[in-house]
């Protein structure tokens, strides 16, 4: 097999995908962490070209997440759909742990969650139509997965939770276990199994189970090597659901990447209409803050064994023009917000509130995910400061500790590192354009009057905003650092355009 390369199907800050199709349909969902509202969905005809439709959680009765700490919340979701209902299951660490969601239209309303017992992370669901559906969980191909839903069939059969957790932290170990799950009463009943710790002894990090009827069995897919540059993927077959499980020949059946594209892994198997298959799984393009992104693979089989053949894919890069008529689904906030901050119709308007970014808390901040290695970003914002401390720009964040905040205050501009003053330069009171060109970790800032001819600042190198969990985002910020304020910044839009590789870096 040959490496990855090219771009993501999903660029940007999309970890951890899982998909199931329904009909012609595909519909998929990410990891988002403490990022509120929560579970973006997306829809797809044919696994290239996604487009948002919304998320799972996106109401604060359903998702609480305050004082959540960097690259915690939610982790790991699984997508299924079985007998006209879509089933989704996550785990909102250091909080309550797994739940599940329902909804008859992916795009929503989703229910509250349905808390599910049992320790762990990485949960998946597996709807198996046993042997009466030929083999194929409802199609009866006798090599597939239902109607093409991941183990999603129609009808009776059983369904089945499971998930890894955490044996020995410190060396990495793990396990894989399972329990029945009844999808109308939305809870897992019956003995648990424990399914797999692993391709061999030394094996860390097992996680992301999914499971699969082929070949007349049943076939697990996790990850292995934990989500970094040893990520790999690894498979195991068995006779009945519930095991023993035997690794397949070969493991990793996706060994570790070595390049372009790196961190490979937590892959979820699907199958098209015309009877072939397909992965989506997450991988990192090296030399920028975009963190782990969704690739697509095609799957071959040799005996019984799933082949991963890279989909090389060059993404559109289209520019994004914001004049916040309406906030669109690609906007997210820290945390889940205590109350609605902001207005849109003419620009965007961010009250101020004491809350500032870098505590865990709920700031005035609206982001939305870097999806280029290379891109130049700007903004108009009108706003003049009414007390000491009152600030409000443009951000480049990857969560609490680790971000870039370029604001107007009342002394002028100011470019900050968390409360480190990188540079600073006094303008005239009235609107300003604030901008950054950003190349890989090199990050220029840039200030301009309106019509005006853009002036750089000064450029940072910033190898700190290097994500764990998560990815860099670029946002519009506002603050009255403590104090009340009845204030509000005015953003009159956002702008994120891609340079021409064949000419020289624009301004932003």
């Not at 998946?124 to 009466?132: A, K, N, R, V, Y």
């Not at 019984?304 to 989909?311: A, I, T, Y």
């Not at 006094?426 to 840039?446: D, S």
């Amino acid at each position: 097999m040959t490496g990855f390369s090219g771009d993501p199907v999903l660029p940007g800050f999309r970890p951890d995908p899982s998909v199931c199709r329904v009909g012609a349909d595909y519909y998929l969902v990410t990891s988002s962490f403490e990022w509120f509202p929560g579970l973006p969905v997306f829809h797809s005809r044919d696994l290239v070209n996604w487009r948002r439709i919304g998320s799972a959680l996106d109401r604060p009765s359903q998702l609480g997440l305050d004082g959540c700490e960097p690259s915690r919340g939610l982790f790991a979701p699984t997508i299924r759909h079985h007998d006209g209902v879509f089933h989704l299951v996550c785990t909102l660490m250091d909080g309550p742990g797994h739940f599940v969601v329902t909804a008859t239209d992916p795009a929503g309303p989703w229910s509250e969650p349905h808390w599910l017992e049992g320790k762990g992370f990485d949960p998946s669901l597996f709807f198996d139509e046993g042997p009466d559906a030929g083999d194929g969980n409802g199609d009866g191909d006798g090599d597939g997965d239902g109607d093409g839903e991941n183990g999603n069939g129609r009808g009776g059969g059983r369904a089945w939770f499971t998930a890894a957790r955490v044996v020995d932290e410190a060396a990495g170990r793990t396990e894989i276990w399972m329990r029945e799950y009844l999808p109308r009463e939305r809870r897992l009943t019956g003995p648990e199994h424990i399914l797999w710790s692993g391709s061999h002894a030394g094996a860390r990090w097992s996680e992301a189970p999914h499971l699969y009827r082929t070949g007349g069995g049943y076939l697990l897919v996790t990850a292995e090597g934990g989500t970094d540059v040893d990520h790999s993927v690894v498979a195991a077959r068995a006779d009945r659901v519930t095991g023993p499980y035997e690794g397949v020949p070969g493991n990793p059946v996706l060994p570790p990447a070595t390049g372009p594209v790196t961190c490979t892994g937590h892959a979820d198997l699907v199958r098209t209409p015309d009877g072939d298959w397909r992965a989506v799984l997450l991988g990192v393009r090296p030399g920028s803050a975009l963190g782990r992104e969704t690739f697509l693979s095609r799957i071959g089989w040799d005996a019984g064994r799933p082949v991963f053949s890279p989909v090389v894919h060059t993404g559109p890069r289209r520019p994004v023009h914001e004049d916040f008529a309406t906030l669109s689904a690609d906007w997210s906030c820290l945390r889940t917000p205590p109350e609605r901050f902001w207005t849109t119709g003419d620009g965007l308007r961010l009250r101020l509130r004491p809350e500032r970014l870098g505590e865990r808390a709920t700031p005035s901040l609206l982001a939305r995910p870097q999806e280029q290695p290379d891109c130049d970003v700007s903004t108009e914002l009108r706003f003049t400061p009414a007390a000491p401390g009152e600030e409000a720009g443009l951000a480049v964040v990857v969560d609490d500790d680790a971000h870039l905040l370029f604001l107007r205050t009342a002394e002028g501009l100011s470019l900050r590192r968390g409360a480190e003053v990188l540079a600073d330069v006094p303008v005239a009171p009235g609107p300003v354009r604030l901008g950054v060109r950003i190349r890989g970790f090199g990050h220029t800032f840039a200030h301009a009057v309106p019509e005006g001819t853009w002036q750089d600042l000064t450029t940072v190198e910033a190898t700190f905003l290097t994500p764990l969990f998560t990815s860099v985002q670029l946002g519009l910020y506002a603050t009255s650092n403590g104090r009340p304020s009845t204030n509000r910044a005015h953003f009159t839009g956002f702008d994120i355009t891609y340079p021409n590789p064949q000419e020289p870096p624009g301004r932003p």
